[in-house]
């Protein structure tokens, strides 16, 4: 659970930290660091708002935009209560998606990259594709529009090796599983058509000569008007990742958000992960959460 001040070194005490979480999304914002320190003197002023740390096993740069000071924690040192401080940081280059924007930003046949750039982003693009129009008014949080274009295109941002790869919902469900959890599946479970009905929604429009444009309109779900949408993007509106399995694990940071997995003999895609490690009564306990999903097209 290393945090650092300094991209390569000035590592807090770990033994300061108490609680540490890095969590791997598929995102407009792909990284995020919540973690809780001693407030020993000098710690306070090294964390404020808008600073720099580095964390996790990639050594990523988190902009600090949230701290809290907790109650006390019952313990004495010297003739001083222990007081923690929580630290909420988002991914440097990505940061900016999450703030409104100062100016708004309208941009027509442009590559995605662009767009990103336009918006305060500056993380690296391993792949890239036209956007036909990218709206995002002054005030508005540009992951909103990000997350948009996303659906529109079928697709998700995926943070590889400090590159933010476009990949196609279709392609991120056909790679190779990183690892095989085993033919005994003891995954928490999600399976409810019920509720993907209610959640995922067949989208139509109008074209240029006033005529219906129909996206997947196979099954009897909820039904979305897309203004201005051509029957690719009704089509890949409806095509998401649906959340059906969590697993709790020893700490593998090494898996991230848009591996896929092997559970049970089943391929399913890794949504979300999570790597926390908590200091419980002197010992460091440490452990990952997976948010596993398959592909589902509404039709």
């Known amino acids: 659970m290393n945090v650092l001040l300094s991209e390569n070194g000035n590592q807090l005490p770990t033994d300061v930290v108490i609680r540490w979480v890095n969590r791997s999304d598929l995102t407009p914002v792909p990284r995020n660091l919540e973690f809780t320190v001693k407030l020993i003197p000098g710690v306070e002023e090294k964390l404020q708002r808008g600073v720099s740390v580095w964390s996790g096993r990639e050594n990523l740069e988190y902009k600090i935009v949230k701290t809290h000071k907790m109650p006390p924690l019952g313990e004495v040192q010297g003739k ?3 007081q923690a401080m929580g630290v909420t940081a988002l991914l440097a280059s990505c940061a900016p998606l999450a703030e ?6 309208v ?3 442009t590559p995605f990259s662009d767009a990103l750039r336009s918006c305060g982003a500056y993380l690296r693009i391993g792949s890239d594709f036209k956007v036909p129009r990218f709206t995002c008014l002054r005030g508005s949080k540009p ?3 990000v997350a948009t274009v996303l659906q529109e295109e079928g697709a998700a941002l995926v943070l590889k090796n400090g590159r933010l790869e476009v990949m196609r919902l279709t392609d991120l469900a056909k790679q190779a599983p990183v690892d095989d959890i085993g033919q005994v599946d003891s995954a928490a479970k999600v399976d409810s058509e019920f509720l993907e009905l209610m959640s995922i929604p067949s989208f139509y429009s109008v074209n240029d000569t006033g005529a219906i444009v129909a996206g997947q309109m196979g099954d009897a779900r909820v039904i979305n008007f897309m203004p201005r949408g051509d029957a690719r993007q009704l089509r890949n509106a409806s095509s998401v990742l649906v959340r059906t399995k969590t697993i709790d694990s020893q700490q593998c940071q090494q ?3 848009g591996n896929v997995l092997t559970v049970g003999g089943e391929n399913l895609v890794v949504i979300t992960a999570a790597h926390a490690a908590v200091q419980k009564t002197g010992a460091m306990e440490s452990y990952s959460r997976l948010w596993l999903g398959r592909l589902v097209n509404a039709g």
């Open 80 to 82: 001083s209560q222990q």
């Open 100 to 105: 409104q924007l100062s100016q708004a930003v």
């Open 255 to 257: 898996i991230q958000a």
């Open 143 to 145: 992951s909103y529009q």
């Open 107 to 109: 941009l027509r046949d």
